[in-house]
């Protein structure tokens, strides 16, 4: 089983930043990916920002030079930049883990709310 720990949510002003930690334990090996997904209220959860099998970090077109996923693959922490924050960035953000069986793994979620 593997334990992943958001924080780092937030409520802030348009235009400012917050940044993003996931920390994952428990049977962290044979990983493909680490990254953040965010579900804004009455929508689908989507894809923020993630590292694929081969370390290549992704973006979601809407976060594509404000947002930067980076990680510290010793302790599998991902760790999500986010500038210039819009109102639309608001939402909860979840930390995903998935392993080269498809298994997928979930944090609890953490709160980012923009405010226009």
């Known amino acids: 089983q593997v334990h992943l720990v958001e924080s780092g949510g937030g409520l802030v002003q348009a235009g400012g930043s917050l940044r993003l930690s996931c920390a994952a334990s428990?049977?962290?090996?044979?990983?493909?990916?680490m990254g953040w997904y965010r579900q804004a209220p009455g929508k689908q959860r989507e894809l923020v920002a993630r590292?694929?099998?081969?370390?290549?970090?992704n973006y979601a077109d809407s976060v594509k030079g404000r947002f930067f996923i980076s990680r510290d693959s010793a302790d599998y922490t991902v760790y999500l930049q986010m500038n210039s924050l819009k109102p639309e960035d608001t939402g909860v953000y979840y930390c995903?883990?998935?392993?080269?069986?498809?298994?997928?793994?979930w944090g609890q979620g953490t709160q980012v709310t923009i405010l226009s």
């Open positions: 428990g049977s962290v090996f044979s990983v493909n990916g």
């Open positions: 590292f694929s099998s081969v370390g290549t970090p």
């Open positions: 995903n883990l998935r392993k080269w069986n498809d298994d997928g793994y």
